[in-house]
Nanobody, 132 residues
Framework: VQLVESGGGVVQPGGSLRLSCAASDFALRDYAIHWFRQVPGKEREGVSCISSDDRGAYYADSTKGRFTISRDNAENMVYLQLDSLEPEDTAVYYC??????????????????????????WGQGTQVTVSS
């Protein structure tokens, strides 16, 4: 089982990118798909989650209103649209999944991300750099 991210790049502040997460050997629609990001020296940070069968899409407070997660089940893809990018969004972005998680976790109405070690499936990451 392998996830593959793409779509990263270098963009100016205020710009946009669309990241893609693909899987070649399992159906993404059957899993909650999580996006994380990581900068050197810091822990991997949860960014967004979309539940299986589109039962909900959720965002970390730092990205709410700027990022949009979506699925294309026919193409077996999950996308993360990044708008109004800020230098603080610079990171390597990863998509992740685990067979135990079919819906996104919520605590008091906010999305909950399990520790990265709890996910079985990861991609290799795609670099997003926001710089003028």
């Amino acid at each position: 089982v392998q996830l593959v991210e793409s779509g990263g790049g270098v963009v100016q502040p205020g710009g946009s990118l669309r990241l893609s997460c693909a899987a070649s050997d399992f159906a993404l629609r059957d899993y909650a798909i999580h996006w994380f990001r990581q900068v050197p020296g810091k822990e991997r940070e949860g960014v967004s989650c979309i539940s299986s069968d589109d039962r909900g899409a959720y965002y970390a407070d730092s990205t709410k209103g700027r990022f949009t997660i979506s699925r294309d089940n026919a193409e077996n893809m999950v996308y993360l649209q990044l708008d109004s990018l800020e230098p603080e969004d610079t990171a390597v972005y990863y998509c992740a999944a685990d067979s135990r998680y079919r819906i996104c976790g919520l605590v008091s109405g906010k999305v909950f991300f399990w520790p990265p070690r709890e996910y079985n499936y990861w991609g290799q990451g795609t670099q997003v750099t926001v710089s003028s």
